[in-house]
T-cell receptor, first 110, second 117 residues
């Protein structure tokens, strides 16, 4: 079983619609959680950290469920510029080491 | 702030040659730098963790004699792929973390695309 699993997609989303997807992680000792976005052939960029209480940043909402060991990301009012691969990232429990999921591809269409 | 640069951004080399990739934190001091590798349609895989002035810690399955890491200062780390072969062709990305805590944010460089012929 992979340490961080994501649905690879693609999720084809009409512009203006809402899309949500999850990620599951296997290490219950994981301490911190993030969503990154990665554009084609580019480096990953931090989208947002994920907190236990859930958090929102503009059109993006992240949730963490420690009991079930999953993280979710919801994108409202999708923009064409939201087209990217979204990487679920989990701190492995040992100092500073991040475990990346393979990513969920989102394609926003006009 | 928190910018990390990598050089070169892409490199093509012949099999058997060595390639050095530089990773620099431009506006912060990176206590720790991480080196990742990403194959097409796969996730980033951590190769090694390096702290300034000490030996790098390699992940299981990563050959330390093949991937030489030098973290000479708080703003510079280098990865040398020795005797590169076509299977080493990949996207190499470094990141820097300013602090020493488990939850410190990592700032990623733009990556270096290595193609070995």
């Amino acid at each position: 079983r992979k340490e961080v699993e994501q649905d690879p997609g693609p999720f084809n989303v009409p512009e203006g619609a809402t899309v949500a997807f999850n990620c599951t992680y296997s290490n219950s000792a994981s301490q911190s959680f993030f969503w990154y976005r990665q554009d084609c052939r580019k480096e990953p960029k931090l989208l947002m950290s994920v907190y236990s209480s859930g958090n929102e940043d503009g059109r993006f909402t992240a949730q963490l469920n420690r009991a079930s060991q999953y993280i979710s990301l919801l994108i409202r009012d999708s923009k064409l510029s939201d087209s990217a691969t979204y990487l679920c990232v989990v701190n492995k429990g040992s100092w500073g080491k991040l475990q990346f999921g393979a990513g969920t591809q989102v394609v926003v269409t006009p | 702030g928190a910018v990390v640069s990598q050089h070169p951004s892409w490199v093509i080399c012949k099999s058997g040659t060595s390639v050095k990739i530089e990773c620099r934190s431009l506006d912060f001091q990176a206590t720790t730098m991480f080196w990742y590798r990403q194959f097409p349609k796969q996730s980033l895989m951590l190769m090694a963790t390096s702290n300034e002035g000490s030996k790098a810690t390699y992940e299981q399955g990563v050959e330390k004699d093949k991937f030489l890491i030098n973290h000479a200062s708080l703003t510079l780390s280098t990865l040398t792929v020795t005797s590169a072969h076509p299977e080493d062709s990949s996207f190499y990305i470094c990141s820097g973390a300013p602090g020493a805590g488990a939850t410190d944010t990592q700032y990623f460089g733009p990556g270096t695309r290595l193609t070995v012929l």
